[in-house]
């Protein structure tokens, strides 16, 4: 007391950084027996998520393709989820150590103490501790905020297990239990309140029919405001308990008719009768039911799910599976089947023996290949493969010689083969559009490996009459397009496309031309060679003006808005100097004295091939008719859509004017207007 030490003294002062460290004399050994018990913890949670895949995996049909592949993907996902959770964990942890061994303890060397050492004040002392291990309202949150996302951990967890066994899988299940025995399968209906109607027009597109929603809506309320007394005993008034009245019961016929008032019993029993058909409801946990039993005709099956979507009651469509249909189609010696929209992402090896089958429909599936067998069909004459996987062109297409129409359209194919298209000379209907095809190759390899020219492609497919390749990526198409002289409509909207070759124009038995949306700047010279072309689409390209000649097609719809056309809008200027060059004074001389056939001019030309081909390209003035090599002054004219068309649309279009000089322009009597670059 009162004395002091001279030598070096250390205290240990604690300086709490977390709230994990509750006392000043926290050991190593503590924190090391952490270490075990978050390790035991993974261990169990590993453990238990094995268990978990296990029932998922017992959950979902070995056959059921589809499902096992995303059952695999969603096992890996959980897999990867857990190991990331537990390294994050581990890693945290230690990162907490290293940081508690810097601030759990710093050493204070203190070279003097007093004596006022020995009078601390043992119970400030007691206090400033308790003060110490306190939690910091910082660490509250955070700790508060790690709770919240453990509980949605928790929540997610037990999501899953109830997808697994809650009543809508369980549902689910039975219900493709049940159909599989009818060998029928769910075809799937969007919820927007009309789901029944929607489920029974699908089934009547099945038959042929066309009754669309609005009418089968239409005819039930028209079928219930006729037969109110077998109806108005069934509906109630939800406030009162009492039988609807005359007006409530119109009320209801009309929300029938006009809104998206879900379906139920009442109206299945008036479409019925007004279908004349026999309507079956499938569900999973009560025996089928059928309504209008008296109609002896084949049933409109419905399949009613009361879990679907959380929303209580739908109604989905059905279908036939792929193989039962196959079997039907080889005991009524089909000519058509129509397998599109039913999930097929493999086609059953028994195709082989529909050898007579004309038309086949296989869009709106996940097709990526097709197998082999498909070559048996050598009737096939029309070939639906729109909207599936497909990547390339089929190799086994080649195989169908009789083939005149297919679609592939909305699929992934980014280039064309024509090794495959060769075999099918009898090809009238290509349709390739939404598909990723960046050009039309000019050279291509044969089977037998040599390079051949286009021109023996379009040899073999002289007979194409439609040929469809909008929204694609292409930049240019072959002017050998233009030896398809059987083509009746071509479809290149939607392309990156900067200029059409002249070539086209050879096809004189074109009567439809889409070129909307691309990079169009022109149209080349000669479109009126075109004679029986009726509607053309060149909107939302760049064009100033129409070629030469256009107002001589006989145009019945002409489609060209949002383009750069020229306008109307008068300028005064006056130039009368000619400036030609020596080359095209030649050029005039040439051409005006090769018109006459006896000239030594005329009977020499041939003899120098290079000269006559560039002349091949010489004009006509419009006002003088002397020929000209190269367009000195551009000029328009603006004609009239209805009046020198025929066009059903009153509006003017520039069409270019060639002439050969400033002095025919000069000329009065015309209304042709020059054009000025401003």
Known sequence: NGKLWSSSIYFLVPIYCSSELSDHDLTMEEVETAEELLVKQHRKEKKDLQAKIQSMKNAVPKNDKKRRKQLTEDIAKLEAELNQKHENELQHLQNSNAADKNCFVDYIKVDEVADAVDSMNLAGREETEVKQGRISKAQKRRDKKAAQERERENRIAEAEVENLSGSRHQEDLKLRKKLAEMHLQIREICSDGHCMYRAVEHQLMDRGGSLGIRELRAQTAQYMRNHSDDFLPFLTNPNTGNMCTADEFEKYCNDVAETAAWGGQLELRALTHVLQLPIEVIQADSPTITIGEEYAKPP??????????????????????????????????????????????????????????????????????????????????????????????????????????????????????????????????????????????????????????????????????????????????????????????????????????????????????????????????????????KILDVAGNQLSMFPTGFQFLALEVLLFEANNLVKLELLESTQELEVLSLKEHAARLVLKENLNKLSVVSRALPLYPALQSMLSRWSSCALCLQPFLTTWVECVQFINLQKDMGIKRSQNIPVRVLLCSYSCFNKSGHSYYGVAKI
């Open 300 to 533: 409109v099956m419905l399949i009613y799910m009361r879990h679907a979507y959380g929303l209580g009651e739908h109604y989905n469509s059905s279908v036939l599976m792929a193989n039962q249909l196959i079997v039907r189609a080889l005991k009524a010696n089909a000519k058509k089947i129509n397998l599109s929209s039913r999930n097929i992402d493999t086609l059953p090896k028994s195709f082989s023996r529909l050898t007579w089958v004309l038309a086949l429909q296989l869009n709106n599936n996940s097709l990526a290949s097709l197998p082999p067998e498909l070559q048996s069909l050598r009737q096939l004459a029309e070939l639906n493969l729109g909207n599936n996987d497909f990547e390339d062109i089929p190799a086994v297409l080649k195989r169908l010689n009789s083939l005149k129409k297919l679609y592939l359209f909305g699929n992934k194919i980014s280039s064309l083969h024509p090794d495959i298209l060769e075999g099918l000379p009898n090809l009238r209907v290509l349709n390739l559009n939404h598909n990723k095809i960046s050009h039309i190759p000019s050279e291509i390899q044969s089977v037998f490996t040599q390079t051949i020219s286009l021109n023996i492609l379009i040899y073999r497919l002289c007979n194409l009459e439609i040929i469809s390749l909008s929204d694609n990526q292409l930049k240019e198409i072959p002017a050998e397009l233009g030896l398809l002289k059987k083509l009746t409509e071509i479809n290149l909207n939607n392309n990156k496309l900067t200029e059409i070759p002249q070539q086209l124009y050879n096809l004189t038995q074109l009567r439809k031309l889409h070129l909307a949306r691309n990079n169009l700047t022109d149209l080349p010279e000669g479109v009126h060679g075109l004679k029986n072309l």
